[in-house]
């Protein structure tokens, strides 16, 4: 299962660095995705990263504006959101596939997710 940390509150503009880590396993040959949810919304896909080689894949909505990145050494997945808007408000949750996709009903591995909550 994986764990995403870091949240908390931040004002528009703000950056902040969420961490997914993995607990029983070697991330291996997956992806890692992020994903954030509003209330009463899906999941919408924001970022995944290829464990072998770093491919990193965005979101138009965050283009630009996230760094997704890997820590071979530490088993975990970094998510740097940089110029914060109060949209970017949502529970955040990292999860796992065997391949790129952004549909997160074909992710697994959910744990805990991690709340932002931006004011303006």
């Known amino acids: 299962q994986l764990a995403a940390s870091g949240g908390g509150l931040a004002q528009t503009g703000d950056s902040l660095t969420l961490s997914c880590a993995v607990s029983g396993y070697s991330f291996g040959a997956y992806f890692i995705g992020w994903f954030r949810q509003g209330p009463g919304e899906e999941r919408e896909f924001l970022a995944s990263i290829g464990w072998f080689g770093g491919r990193e894949y965005y979101s138009d909505s965050v283009k630009g504006r996230f760094i997704v990145s890997r820590d071979v050494a530490e088993n975990s997945v970094s998510l740097r959101m940089n110029d914060l808007k109060p949209e970017d408000t949502g529970l955040y949750s990292c999860?796992?596939?065997?391949?790129?996709?952004?549909?997160?009903?074909?992710?697994?591995?959910w744990g805990q997710g991690t709340q932002v909550t931006v004011s303006s």
């Open positions: 999860a796992r596939i065997r391949y790129y996709s952004e549909d997160y009903r074909n992710y697994d591995g």
